[in-house]
């Protein structure tokens, strides 16, 4: 699996849209603005491969990149407070949508803000993920904003809020620092080997 070789093949807007599932899909979830563009650029020392967004809440769309041996699938974005009620429906269209479909889940990377306690959308989403029995790892993003001990802090909080285990997969990163980059490489080689 080379990271520093991965395009962007296309964005759907409805999920019956998508194409059927031909290699292991990496998906990754988080609300808008957690830094999940960001995140995927660093992965694959893109810069402008995923947009980061300054303006959060745009259409949402499923965006795929294609990588050797794995896709790498951009979920829209949850919880920007200002997006219209047509705007949510079409986000749980296509979440869901993608959810039901009969893919190759390999790993689902679920990002979460290490500042904050999680929101009431992500913990649905990390319900969701366990009760499905996907494979996940939750990433904290944006961990340069705390000290060091405050991220031990936060990550062993939200390991309690979210009801994960002492040793559930939780990776802390920083798409500015590359801080946590190589060990969610390490994590999503390993998920689709
Ligand atoms: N300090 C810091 N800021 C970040 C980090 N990752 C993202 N951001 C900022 O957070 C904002 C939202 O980032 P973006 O990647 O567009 O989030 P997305 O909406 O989840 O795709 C932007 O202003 C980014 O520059 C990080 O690791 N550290
Ligand atoms: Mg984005």
Do not use: C
């Not at 039901?100 to 993920?129: G, K, P, T, Y």
């Not at 285990?165 to 590359?178: H, R």
């Amino acid at each position: 699996m080379n990271f520093n070789n991965v395009s962007f093949e296309r964005s759907f807007g409805t999920s019956a849209q998508l194409e059927p599932s031909t290699m292991p899909e990496v998906a990754f979830s988080g609300r808008s603005n957690v830094g999940k563009s960001s995140l995927l650029n660093k992965l694959f020392n893109r810069k402008g491969l995923a947009k980061v967004s300054q303006t959060p809440g745009k259409t949402a769309t499923i965006n795929f990149f294609a990588g050797d041996g794995a896709r790498f699938v951009d979920l829209p974005g949850y919880g920007y407070a200002k997006v219209s009620k047509s705007e949510k429906e079409r986000w749980s269209e296509l979440i869901e949508g993608y959810f039901n479909q009969d893919r190759d889940f390999a790993l689902v990377v679920a990002l979460v803000d290490i500042r904050h306690a999680a929101s009431d959308l992500d913990e649905n989403m990390i319900r969701f993920l366990r009760e499905a029995d996907l494979p996940f790892v939750v990433a904290l993003t944006k961990a340069d904003k705390l000290s060091r001990q405050q991220q031990n802090k936060q990550k062993a909080a939200l390991k309690r809020q979210l009801e994960l285990g002492q040793d559930a997969p939780m990776v802390v990163t920083s798409s500015a620092k590359g801080e946590g980059i190589d060990e969610l490489r390490r994590i999503i080689k390993e998920a689709v080997s």
